[in-house]
């Protein structure tokens, strides 16, 4: 677990080396182990330093979520994180030197144990990150690191680490003040070691800085009108950017705050305090669930079916090099895929491989790519109009106008040119796959992959089976997904599929709510208040009306009687039909002048006058909420969704879900099936049947059945 190995200069090297795991972690074995080895250096008199270093390529990775959610005791949990920083504490203030040889990534519970060394020395590993991003899975570092860092650093400048859980280079660490020294990777040890046989031979007694007599805390203390006004300033942004949804930069706050004007060892037991009240909040276990959890599982591609070999991927082709195309070859190109980017005209393929030149240029301003690197991507980018390029892909990805027929024909040009083994996707967003396939000579090898714009920062795919897709395609599907660094959700073919749906009843309620007479001030607050990105009528101008209202026809025309309209779709076809079509035209709930900021269109209360009784913000946040999550239920009863994990990874990452409730399905786990059930038949009643609650959970409700595990 820790290795132990004493030399002849009396240095004491404890190098971490967890069996089994690609990692270190804080876990039970792991902290006993800690809690032993230090009792050894510390007791042991032939020992005069101690260098503390991983054998693995990173230090530790931080503390074990699994470990975390085995108990919501919090007596349990507090004495957990004390014995830790008792230990720590035992260390640091023993008098022998502490040196810490920091290989790779030193995130979390790592630098937290990291920064009890008297001396750190980091690898030059460009991977290597340094940082406490506890917050942004909706904790807080437990292990000393509200306090160790502010005092080594100053409170001004831990805040952005703590706060917003930034992750620092070796250089950027260095400079913060958070290292001493970086070297040449694989000369950690060395250098760490080098500077205890100083420490040694001086003769000093190894001290923290904080634990000298008269310490002051770098850029002021606490109780400086300076940092009162920085606390203040932090207390307000955290406020504007969370709406008090999240508790967990408020507790880091108070740490910081009431910690900081204390001694250390009571600021430890304040710390803890917060730790463990932060962790047993509904908001923790909801991101920890779905940002870790799930999301690991999504990237491990877990729902790939099994017994199909991996297939490696050195070329792609991608037909329509417009903004989806685009950004899909210059996302294969950095994956280090050859790509044939096809267009109508030369020039429009170009134009489509431009747009990596523009990202390209952006990082080398940047430092974040080196020319060589950067000329590489771009000569794998082929743009052309011959489809004989594409002979040799593996796959072909189409992204040309959202028509049928139009698809058709570029199916059956590729297909007449690639391997007949090869898969054929379609980037398509609203037009069903099965249908879509019903072109292709091959459909078991057709297959949806719906990327989000801007691909490049989009994360989520949403990859589609059709009816006749076989298992080997998807599990192939899958395995560009994760080449391509991304994360894929599954689901089955349906229309608007499930992102896209689910999307439209945000904005659909925020028109429902103008349609009422509720103002649209209010709408858009309440759904930034609910933690939505943007609020729903500003988002409509974004996506444009007249995609809802051409959504909205097609869906009409297709099903018939079966069609059923939201009330959401009126007002859609009366912005449409006054042109106010949304931010592209300059014009929707929206006036978007040249050289101002954005503003309510005047007009809109000659439309939809103010009802005389306005709803509280709690009501439509709750409506904005819950209209999502019922119909998510509804796709997890028509198996559009297979599994509640892809529907919380997928909204989140989609449509930007709050994450701190998990997702619809973690939204509905936190509050119970059976009281969401009765929120569903209220809402029900006031608003219409859009919210009635689906028989998938009325049937949970009466089992007791639940999403998740019940201690999840
Ligand atoms: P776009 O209009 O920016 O680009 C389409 C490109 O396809 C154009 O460059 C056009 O010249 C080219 N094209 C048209 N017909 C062609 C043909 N026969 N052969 C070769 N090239 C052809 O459109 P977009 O926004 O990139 O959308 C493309 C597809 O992706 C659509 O199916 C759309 O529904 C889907 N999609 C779009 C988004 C989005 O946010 N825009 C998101 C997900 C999916």
Redesign the pocket.
């Known amino acids: 677990m820790i290795d132990f190995n004493l030399d002849s200069d009396a240095i004491a090297t404890l190098a971490w080396n967890m069996p089994g795991r690609s990692q270190n972690v804080l876990n039970e074995e792991s902290c006993n182990a800690l809690c032993d080895a230090i009792e050894r250096v510390v007791g042991d008199t032939d020992v005069k330093g101690i260098l503390m270093t991983s054998e693995k390529a990173d230090f530790i990775a931080g503390g074990d979520l699994e470990w975390l959610l085995t108990s919501d005791d919090p007596a349990v949990l507090f004495e957990r994180v004390m014995r830790l920083n008792r230990a720590l504490r035992k260390l640091e203030t023993c008098g022998k030197p502490v040196a810490m040889a920091l290989p790779g990534m030193t995130l979390g519970g790592g630098l937290e144990v990291a920064l009890v060394g008297h001396y750190r020395v980091a690898a030059n590993n460009p991977k290597a990150r340094f940082g406490l991003p506890e917050v942004t899975l909706g904790l807080l570092p437990g292990g000393g690191g509200t306090q160790r860092l502010p005092r080594l650093i100053g409170i001004q400048k831990s805040l952005p680490l703590l706060l917003e859980g930034k992750r620092l280079s070796a250089a950027d660490a260095l400079k913060a003040g958070i290292l001493h020294a970086v070297v040449d990777a694989g000369s950690e040890v060395a250098a760490a070691h080098a500077w205890l046989l100083t420490a040694i031979a001086s003769g000093a007694p190894a001290q923290q800085p904080w634990d000298v007599k008269g310490f002051k805390v770098p850029g002021g203390a606490m109780a400086s009108p300076a940092m009162q006004q920085v606390i203040m300033a932090s207390n307000a942004m955290v406020r504007a950017k969370t709406y008090g949804n999240y508790p967990a930069p408020q507790h880091i706050l108070s740490c910081v705050y009431e910690g900081m004007i204390t001694d250390l060892d009571t600021a430890l037991q304040t710390e803890a305090r917060y730790f463990v009240q932060t962790v047993l909040t509904p908001e923790a276990k909801n991101m920890i669930r779905t940002l870790f959890f799930s999301m690991n599982e999504a990237n491990k591609l877990a729902a790939r079916p099994s017994g199909v070999p991996t297939q490696r991927y050195t070329k792609i082709g991608v ?9 899909i070859a210059y996302v294969a190109a950095k994956a280090g895929l050859q790509v044939t980017l ?4 030369q020039e ?1 393929g170009e ?2 491989k431009a747009y990596s030149q523009a990202l390209i240029d952006k990082q080398l301003t940047r430092g974040q790519t080196t020319p060589d690197k950067a000329q590489a991507l771009l000569d794998r980018i082929t743009p052309t ?1 011959d489809y004989a390029l594409l002979d040799g892909a593996e796959i072909v990805i ?6 049928r027929a ?2 058709a ?2 199916t059956q040009r590729s297909e007449a040119v690639i391997a007949a083994d090869a898969i054929f996707a ?6 069903p796959i099965s249908g879509l396939a019903e072109a292709s000579a091959r459909p078991a090898n057709f297959i949806g992959l ?4 801007p691909v490049d920062k989009m994360k989520l795919v949403e990859v589609i089976v059709g009816k006749q897709t076989s298992d080997a395609t998807l599990a192939r599907a899958l395995d560009l997904v994760k080449a391509l660094g991304m994360t894929p959700i599954v689901v089955n073919d349906a229309r608007g599929f499930y992102t896209s749906r689910v999307f439209s009843t945000y904005v659909l309620e925020g028109m429902a709510m103008l349609a009422e007479g509720v103002s649209p001030a209010l709408i858009d607050n309440a759904g930034l208040q609910a933690g939505m990105p943007v609020g729903p009528l500003a988002l409509t101008d974004e ?1 444009s009306c007249e995609l809802i209202h051409k959504i909205d026809r097609q869906t009409k025309l297709d099903l018939g009687d079966a069609y059923v309209a939201r009330p959401g779709h009126a007002v859609a076809a009366q912005m449409v039909a006054l042109g106010r079509i949304g931010k592209k035209a300059g014009m929707g709930f929206y006036d978007y002048p040249q050289d101002a900021k954005k503003h309510l269109w005047s007009g809109l209360k000659q439309l939809y006058p103010l009802a005389a009784v306005q709803p509280t913000v709690q009501q439509l946040v709750e409506r904005l909420t819950v209209v999502q999550a019922v119909d998510t239920a509804r796709c997890m009863e028509e198996g559009v969704l297979r599994t509640a994990r892809d529907a919380d990874v997928g909204a989140i990452l989609g449509w930007g879900f709050p994450p701190f409730l998990g997702g619809p399905l973690s939204m509905i786990h936190s509050i119970g099936v059976a009281a969401f059930v009765a929120q569903c038949e209220r809402l029900a009643v006031q608003h219409g049947a859009r919210f009635a609650p689906p028989a998938l959970l009325l049937d949970m409700a009466a089992k007791e059945q639940t999403f998740y595990p019940k201690a999840h």
């Open positions: 037909i329509g090099a417009g903004m989806m195309g685009a950004g096809i267009d109508m005209a429009a134009k489509g109009t189409e992204a040309v106008f959202e028509d139009l698809k024909g570029v379609s980037n398509t967003s609203t037009l719906h990327f989000f714009s996506v």
